[in-house]
């Protein structure tokens, strides 16, 4: 059973720095991806930053060199460390993992919480 628990989020000033991470358990061989996803309440959920086992990378459009994915598949955890947070990087973050089988699966972490204040 795939499992995934997001950490490290809060409150932090314009410009500020957070690590978010993520703890996947149950992963099969099968992963294509896993990553991280933001909501704004009132707005659909936006691709943030994914990464493939193989360790290639893909940004949303905004996030512009400040964040970075990564994974330590050791401890079974994905980072995002995001610099220079912004106001309208306020948001909730969903660690994510699609998994091939018949169709692509998809699973969702209960998110984590980032405000960035002026």
């Known amino acids: 059973q795939v499992r995934l628990v997001e950490s490290g989020g809060g409150l932090v000033q314009v410009g500020g720095s957070l690590r978010l991470s993520c703890a996947a358990s149950g992963l099969p061989p099968r992963t294509v991806a896993t990553g991280w996803f933001r909501q704004i309440p009132g707005k659909e959920r936006d691709l943030v930053a994914v990464i493939s086992p193989g360790g290639r990378t893909r940004y949303g459009d905004f996030v512009s060199g400040r964040f970075t994915i990564s994974r330590d598949n050791a401890q079974n955890t994905i980072y995002l460390q995001m610099n220079n947070l912004a106001p309208e990087d306020t948001a909730v973050y969903f660690c994510?993992?699609?998994?091939?089988?018949?169709?692509?699966?998809?699973?969702w972490g209960p998110g984590t919480q980032v405000t960035v204040s002026s």
């Open positions: 994510y993992a699609s998994v091939a089988g018949g169709s692509l699966d998809e699973y």
